[in-house]
């Protein structure tokens, strides 16, 4: 196996049959460390721009296909549209895999009266250990500084991808498509399987893994995600 990272943004791993990389841009590390506003990264005001710049890295790996793409919670969104870019250029794209992504808009379905429901529901269940830190943290309000005492850090990627989701409204895509649904999940959500991609995604697959949001990808759990992955490959 040959290991080369370029400028701390990409990894790609090659033997003699496939090319497996790891991309993460240097335009989202750059959001972190120069603390730039949503409206000072225009790359990152829409998804489309995002996985135009994720094709043209990409691409410097790989100049044709086919593609095997997958992304994990809003890169399985970038995933999908990079697949649609590559596809409109006459590429050919073997695999599309979404890790635990929400579909547009989905949390957003969970209204006001569902959370107070589920709130209520958490406080006859559990009683003072649920109810105090609600308390405590209405009372404090949003903390200035970290646990440690030092500046709290905002993150300026999530807030660009929250940004970039909110504006996000995918056409109808007819490829197929698999979504590894973590199990364990949040109770502020809807309970739909499909995480609401079906309008948009008429042939998805849904195949539940091991592990909730980010655990999925951790020890323990990573196992099974890639055993159900594994057929597509």
Same mark, same amino acid.
């Given at each position: 196996?040959?290991?080369?990272?370029?400028?701390?943004?990409?990894?790609?791993?090659?033997?003699?049959?496939?090319?497996?990389?790891?991309?993460?841009?240097?335009?989202?590390?750059?959001?972190?460390?120069?603390?730039?506003?949503?409206?000072?990264?225009?790359?990152?005001?829409?998804?489309?721009?995002?996985?135009?710049?994720?094709?043209?890295?990409?691409?410097?790996?790989?100049?044709?296909? @086919?593609?095997? /793409?997958?992304?994990?919670?809003?890169?399985?969104?970038?995933?999908?549209? &990079?697949?649609? $870019?590559?596809? +409109?250029?006459?590429?050919?794209?073997?695999?599309?895999?979404?890790?635990?992504?929400?579909g547009p808009h989905f949390l957003q379905r969970f209204g006001a009266l569902d959370r107070a429901w589920v709130h209520a529901k958490l406080c006859l269940t559990q009683g003072l250990p649920y109810i105090l830190p609600l308390l405590q943290a209405r009372i404090k309000g949003q903390p200035k500084t970290s646990a440690?005492?030092?500046?709290?850090?905002?993150?300026?990627?999530?807030?660009?991808?929250?940004?970039?989701?909110?504006?996000?409204?995918?056409?109808?895509?007819?490829? @197929?498509?698999? /979504?590894?649904?973590?199990?364990?999940?949040?109770?502020?959500?809807?309970? &739909?399987?499909? $995480?609401?991609? +079906?309008?948009?995604?008429?042939?998805?697959?849904?195949?539940?893994?091991?592990?909730?949001?980010?655990?999925?990808?951790?020890?323990?759990?990573?196992?099974?995600?890639?055993?159900?992955?594994?057929?597509?490959?």
């Amino acid at each position: 196996l040959h290991l080369s990272i370029r400028r701390q943004r990409q990894m790609c791993i090659r033997d003699s049959a496939r090319s497996v990389c790891g991309v993460y841009l240097e335009y989202e590390t750059e959001l972190f460390n120069e603390m730039a506003s949503v409206e000072d990264s225009p790359n990152f005001i829409s998804v489309t721009k995002i996985a135009t710049l994720y094709l043209n890295c990409i691409k410097q790996h790989q100049k044709n296909g @086919p593609y095997y /793409l997958c992304g994990e919670s809003f890169g399985g969104i970038v995933a999908l549209e &990079v697949a649609r $870019l590559l596809i +409109a250029v006459g590429e050919k794209v073997s695999f599309i895999g979404m890790l635990d992504s929400s579909g547009p808009h989905f949390l957003q379905r969970f209204g006001a009266l569902d959370r107070a429901w589920v709130h209520a529901k958490l406080c006859l269940t559990q009683g003072l250990p649920y109810i105090l830190p609600l308390l405590q943290a209405r009372i404090k309000g949003q903390p200035k500084t970290s646990a440690n005492g030092g500046e709290l850090v905002v993150d300026y990627r999530a807030q660009a991808r929250k940004f970039a989701s909110s504006t996000y409204e995918p056409e109808p895509f007819t490829d @197929p498509v698999v /979504l590894f649904r973590a199990r364990e999940r949040s109770q502020f959500e809807p309970k &739909v399987e499909d $995480l609401g991609w +079906a309008e948009v995604l008429p042939k998805l697959t849904v195949r539940t893994v091991e592990g909730d949001h980010l655990g999925m990808l951790k020890k323990g759990c990573v196992f099974d995600l890639a055993q159900n992955m594994k057929p597509y490959l």
